[in-house]
């Protein structure tokens, strides 16, 4: 096995724009194009591996020939259901929003399982690429709105005033339980982590038509089912975001942003978390010289490299990787090592 890097699958939407081209010099369809789907294994998204001896495989080919050596013998419970499914358990974004995307909300695993044909719910975790100046996220409602208030104020004048509005900028991140009522605002671009789920209930969406002058459906009902009212306001643990800065001097000068929990920190890199859930474990690593993982055929892990070119070397050969791109570390890898000097997010299942 060798590190796994794959096409990325991109998603026309009526808010989406060109940023893409210009921030990770990808040569984009037409259009605007408001999703990268780096890593998936969803519906008829699935990933297609760019490189090596598996190149033209899609990544449910690959886990169908050699599903340990992938995913790794630490499997439980929903995570081990989908890989004996074939299915990937996370799916990884970048999401360029030119115009607001709709005020939405997700159902959990158990909503979702009775109402959608089994499907999984949608958890996800936001991590800010880049927020033009004045930029906002809407994260959750404002402390103390009711399900009654909330439920007579859709569709109508007041509606936005319940919801919680977030200024935001690079480097900044947040965590989407299901049942959060969210939107990423204009000017934004972000990573996303999430469950393998693309279910979305749509409450508002800004007025907006189509060509044929059609408004998007809305699923007023459904949403307001999943929408989480005890946990919904700010100041609650699972909607604490990542926005407490703090910078460390790195090699020729530059200042790096400093999220979430310090785990290590030491000459070559250093390492936060940003979230350890029951969906998935992300952290922020710095790499000021080289970082050295090793897989140990317990887990894969998934990485997105957020800033200059880095060279992976592991047991058989190496491999670039741009800014930008993502990238698969198989369990049956073992000891690698990521050397350069960038800023990685890593993502992988939690034990």
Not at 177 to 202: F, W
Request: glycine residues 10%; without cysteine.
């Amino acid at each position: 096995m060798y590190p796994l890097k794959f096409k990325p699958i991109y998603k026309e939407k009526i808010w989406g724009g060109r940023s893409l081209a210009r921030k990770f010099a990808r040569e984009l369809p037409a259009g605007p194009i408001g999703e990268s789907w780096e890593i998936s294994s969803h519906g008829d998204d699935i990933s297609i591996i760019a490189n090596g001896d598996y190149a033209g495989l899609s990544l449910l080919e690959l886990i169908a020939k050699k599903r340990q050596e992938v995913l790794g013998r630490e499997l439980s419970g929903k995570n081990r259901k989908l890989s004996e499914d074939n299915l990937f358990p996370l799916l990884v974004k970048i999401i360029d929003a030119r115009d607001n995307l709709s005020v939405q909300v997700h159902p959990d695993d158990a909503y979702a399982a009775k109402n959608e044909a089994g499907g999984s719910g949608k958890t996800e975790l936001w991590y800010i690429l880049n927020a033009e100046p004045g930029a906002s996220i809407i994260y959750g409602l404002k402390d103390g709105v009711t399900r009654d208030q909330f439920t007579q104020a859709v569709g109508g004048p007041d509606f936005l005033d319940l919801l919680n509005f977030v200024p935001v900028k690079t480097g900044d991140y947040f965590y989407i339980p299901a049942g959060t009522v969210h939107a990423i605002g204009k000017g934004v671009m972000l990573a996303e982590i999430q469950q393998t789920s693309d279910l979305t209930y749509r409450l508002y969406d800004w007025d907006r038509t189509d060509d044929a002058g059609n408004f998007r459906e809305l699923h007023i009902d459904k949403a307001i089912d999943v929408i989480n009212f005890n946990h919904n306001q700010p100041g609650h643990e699972p909607l604490a975001s990542g926005n407490q800065h703090q910078t460390r001097q790195t090699p020729g000068n530059h200042r790096q942003t400093r999220p979430g929990n310090l785990l290590i920190d030491n000459p070559d890199h250093q390492v936060r978390q940003l979230k350890n859930s029951n969906f998935f474990n992300v952290e922020l690593i710095n790499i000021f010289k080289r970082y050295t993982g090793n897989t140990k055929n317990r887990r894969f892990y998934i990485y997105m490299n957020l800033g200059s070119e880095v060279k992976i070397n592991y047991s058989d050969g190496s491999l670039k990787v741009a800014k930008g791109e993502s990238f698969l570390i198989p369990a049956a890898l073992g000891h690698y090592e990521i050397v350069g000097q960038t800023r990685l997010l890593k993502a992988f299942l939690t034990d």
